[in-house]
Nanobody, 122 residues
Framework: QVQVMESGGGLVQTGGSLRLSCAAS????????VDWYRQAPGKQRELVAS???????NYAESVKGRFTISRDNAKNTVYLQMNLLKPEDTAVYYC????????????????WGQGTQVTISS
């Protein structure tokens, strides 16, 4: 079994920063990729940032230059550094990890965390 847990959300003022963490634990052989999504009230969930096992990153246009995704392989943790935050960044942020649990089988599975609330005040 694999668990994914986000942390680091909170309330900050416009222009502030937050660092979100996504920690995976349990039966993990390899984490292939990790994506950060967000969902604001009344809106669809949107992809914010992606990080592949090879280190390739991708960002939504709305966060380019302000958000940075990174990983600590030793800790099975992925971070989302968010700077110059705006009120429109307010949302619940979710982590999705693509995990290979078993080194004897190539199967990979998608695991979601429960989300962490980010609120930016104007």
């Amino acid at each position: 079994q694999v668990q994914v847990m986000e942390s680091g959300g909170g309330l900050v003022q416009t222009g502030g920063s937050l660092r979100l963490s996504c920690a995976a634990s349990g039966n993990i052989f390899r984490i292939n990729a990790v994506d950060w999504y967000r969902q604001a009230p009344g809106k669809q969930r949107e992809l914010v940032a992606s990080l592949t096992s090879g280190g390739r990153t991708n960002y939504a246009e709305s966060v380019k230059g302000r958000f940075t995704i990174s990983r600590d392989n030793a800790k099975n943790t992925v971070y989302l550094q968010m700077n110059l935050l705006k009120p429109e960044d307010t949302a619940v942020y979710y982590c999705n990890a693509i995990v290979q649990p078993d080194n004897s089988r190539p199967n990979m599975y998608s695991y979601w965390g429960q989300g962490t609330q980010v609120t930016i005040s104007s």
